[in-house]
Nanobody
C-alpha cells in the first residue's frame, strides 16, 4: 500500500490550495483517510479525517476553511484549503487506515507535501 500526496506549494495569505492523496495497491479497503500536518518546531497534528462511513472530523483551527472529500472509485481524498493563513504553513501528510487481505488493517503514511503561506 502506498499513499501519494500532491498539491502543495506557495500561496499568499487568504489564498486557496487543494491537496490530493491517492492510495495504491491491490484489493484495498479504506477504513479511513485524512491529513495531518507538522509545522517547523511543532508536533504533528490532525487536520481532517474521514471514515469509511463518511464521518468527517476537522481540527478546530481549520473548521470552516478546509474541506475534506473523497472519490472512492479513484481511492483519492482531497483537502480543499481556503482562506489560508501563515499559521497553516506546514508539511502536510496524507494518512490512512487501510485493510488488505494479506496484512489486515494498518496505518499508512504518505510522504509530506509542503504548504507555505506567505504574508
Amino acid at each position: 500500500v502506498q499513499l501519494r500526496a500532491s498539491g502543495g506549494g506557495l500561496v499568499q495569505l487568504g489564498g486557496s490550495l487543494t491537496l490530493s492523496c491517492v492510495a495504491s495497491g491491490s484489493n484495498l479497503v479504506i477504513n479511513s483517510m485524512g491529513w495531518h500536518r507538522q509545522a517547523l518546531g511543532k508536533q504533528r497534528e490532525m487536520v481532517a479525517s474521514m471514515t469509511r462511513g463518511g464521518h468527517i472530523n476537522y481540527a478546530d483551527s481549520v473548521k470552516g476553511r478546509f474541506t475534506l472529500s473523497s472519490d472512492i472509485t479513484k481511492k483519492t481524498t482531497y483537502l480543499q484549503m481556503h482562506s489560508l493563513k501563515p499559521e497553516d504553513t506546514a508539511v502536510y501528510y496524507c494518512n490512512g487506515n487501510i485493510y488488505t487481505f494479506q496484512s489486515g488493517s494498518n496505518d499508512y503514511w504518505g510522504l509530506g507535501t509542503l504548504v507555505t503561506v506567505s504574508s
